[in-house]
């Protein structure tokens, strides 16, 4: 599916101002339909740095997982063939593309837990300007089934807030204590304090968002829809590894998942772990 050059330039603009854009059918089904299969597999053999964010003999099943690319073809291609690296270098105005990571995120029919606000670059070991995720529905995504939120312009606030644990007991918790970062004000008592945007996606869409933009999303409260979302992670050309301590990746379960990890402060990312996959 080739790229509309309007959109992609008002979606960049859109971008720059408020931190998350959307992008309308920018995905065919030769990718989606493989990827809808490949993750119901992924749920049905969990992967070892697999996280079960549902307590057990909760109703519902709000499962993430990470680096599902390194084993499954599946999920490389799409990441790493698709469009998207083409789009996360012209919103970004990257030369080149490493890719960071994939995460996924699946929220069954009649999942209570929420994804809390957070912003994703203090719990990354990388620092630069050209970094963007890219979040791909499977499902239709409305409100009721979970679909994101954000605080527009909340990427300009020069604020590095303290990493929210997605679970109480994945043990995630201990290490983003280390960073000492300001703990995240409770918006959602104060939503009416904040331009709060989300929109209702289709597969086919994507939504592009800051590493800095505050977002969140509810529960699954359909009793019969569901919410399969991938986070694709793309860094351009001046993104270099950030050696601070109590990030994500000193998890010993993303540990284990993971090649040895040979960079210092300061170092550019390419490596087999975080590879150019595209280039002007």
């Not at 603009?13 to 408020?18: D, H, T």
């Not at 789009?87 to 593309?97: H, R, T, V, Y």
């Not at 592009?208 to 505050?214: A, F, T």
């Amino acid at each position: 599916m080739s790229l509309n050059k309007t959109d992609l330039n008002d979606a960049k603009n859109f971008y720059e101002e408020n931190g998350v854009a959307v992008l309308r059918n920018v995905l065919d089904e030769k990718y989606l339909e493989p990827m809808r299969k490949a993750i119901d597999n992924v749920l049905q053999n969990p992967g070892s740095a697999s996280i079960e964010y549902t307590p057990p003999n909760e109703k519902g099943r709000y499962y993430g997982d990470f680096f599902i690319w390194r084993t499954n073809e599946t999920f490389k291609n799409f990441a790493f063939k698709s469009v998207l690296p083409e789009i996360a270098a012209n919103i970004s105005e990257s030369k080149k593309i490493n890719f960071f990571y994939d995460q996924l995120l699946v929220k069954e029919p009649s999942t209570k837990e929420l994804t809390p606000w957070h912003h994703d670059l203090p719990y990354w070991p990388i620092r630069g300007q050209k970094i963007i995720s890219i979040w791909v529905p499977f499902d239709d995504v409305t409100k009721e089934t979970g679909a994101v939120e954000y605080i527009k312009g909340s990427h300009k606030w020069n604020k590095m807030f303290a990493p929210a644990s997605f679970g109480k007991k994945t043990k995630f918790s201990d290490l983003y204590d280390k960073m000492g970062l300001e703990k995240i004000p409770d918006i959602d008592s104060n939503k009416g304090n904040y331009d709060i945007i989300s929109w209702d996606v289709k597969p086919g869409d994507i939504i592009l968002h800051h590493p800095l933009v505050l977002h969140s999303s509810s529960g699954n409260s359909s009793s019969a829809k569901r919410r399969r979302g991938l986070a694709l992670r793309y860094v351009g050309e001046d993104v270099v590894w950030d050696g601070r301590e109590g990030t994500f990746m000193e998890n010993k379960k993303i540990q284990k998942l993971l090649p040895p990890i040979n960079l210092n402060d300061g170092d550019i990312l390419t490596s087999e772990l975080f590879p150019v996959i595209w280039q002007q």
